[in-house]
């Protein structure tokens, strides 16, 4: 091998590729700590003697490796700064189907990622590149497999993964060992594990799909205008995109603690609290907005990235742009153009006009996550900005055209992968003759800095009285007590 291999942009070369995770996680509460197992299938695409997995601040206790009927034990190096660890075995595994077995301990993450504790709640939060903080698994976007995971914890939690739960049953001292169900090719990203004194939402159905919203038993209250919004969402997103959604069951969760306003795991989407429940009696028109709005966001991420992969690390504006864009698109089939416009001048076009003001600079969106400035800079350009790609898009092609494009879009890279630059590229090829002009789009809105000219300047575009999230945090005080 001549790549780098503790080298802190390493990537994974595409030698051995994983297709499916079994995986089991025996999660001690009183200690912070877990116990996994797991058997990875592996395609072998060349004969190797070696291969890195990812896996950070694990121990991994046995690891071996099956091809046909031979076992190759492994010796394991750990390579800190890739955060990998490389396998090296005896004699070179041939190409074709492997089987690598590993058993390892972790500890649960101080912070908001990998998996941690959220007052009494266990959960995780993996993307950009944090599984490798639970499973020792190939942690790129691109390494999509399917995963069937299995979990032990005490009894009396609920336990949410991304497969509704297959079955359930005491493993003796007061534990219960469940079963999820195998997902479908998911970047080890997405998926995610939530375990806690949570009470859910009664289930309804959303077409065909049974949707459940979850809190703590003391905010279990405050979970319904979630649910009905996820429930209006969904059937429309269906029907839009031209193809069901993907992943059995929905449930949403609001999580004590959490990093971000909402993450887009596969089936099993993690909110904030205050990214989620709301009183809908007390509580402002303006915030209600927020959340239908955060939650179908959320949702569309069910399609882009769910179904759409592509790389939250290189290039984030290809799936947020998109999201907030039908997200806002939601908005208007339910409310109407009006009510569109009015919540893109909020909380879409507004947080760019914002940042502005307060004397951020216009910059490209379409870079690394780690190539802004900062996270102000980030959230401003790729949710405030970029979207306005979308809405030209869509203004240029006509309504009509655009919803077909976006279906062909979802239907040629469904289960695979797309980049910043898929979408135009399919757009150009299906309308040839606006093909330059919608080159010359994508470059102005995400490439350069015309944002001022396009969207106004913070003094004519901005609107005021949207709250800003230590205003709604106040509200929510004031709903709690
Ligand atoms: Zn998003």
Redesign the pocket.
Known sequence: MTHRQDDRNFRLPRDVLPQRYEAHLAVDFAEKSFRGSQRVTLSVVRPVREFVVHSLNLDLTRVELRAGTRVLPARVTVLPVSETALLSFEAEIPAGEATLHVDWTGNFSDGLRGLYLAGEVAATQFEAADARRVFPCFDEPAFKARWALSVEVPVGLAVLSNGAVADSSPSGGGRQRIRFAETELLPSYLVALVAGPLVGSPEDLAGDVPVRTWALPEKAHLAHFGQQAALAALPRLQAYFGLPYAFGKLDQVAIPEFEAG?M?NAGLITYRELALLVDPVSAPLSVQKRIAEVVT??LA?QWFPGLVGSDPISAPVA??AL??AVALLAVEWTHGADAARAVDAQQVTGAYLAWRGMGGEDAAADRPTSAFADEMSYGALV?GKAPGLHARQRALLGEGAFVQDLRAYVDTHRWGWADSSSLTALLAQRHPGQASALRALQRRWWSEAHGDEDLGSAETGAVPGVPSWSEVEKLMRQIEH
């Open positions: 909402a887009e966001h959320e991420h799936d947020e999201a907030q949710y």
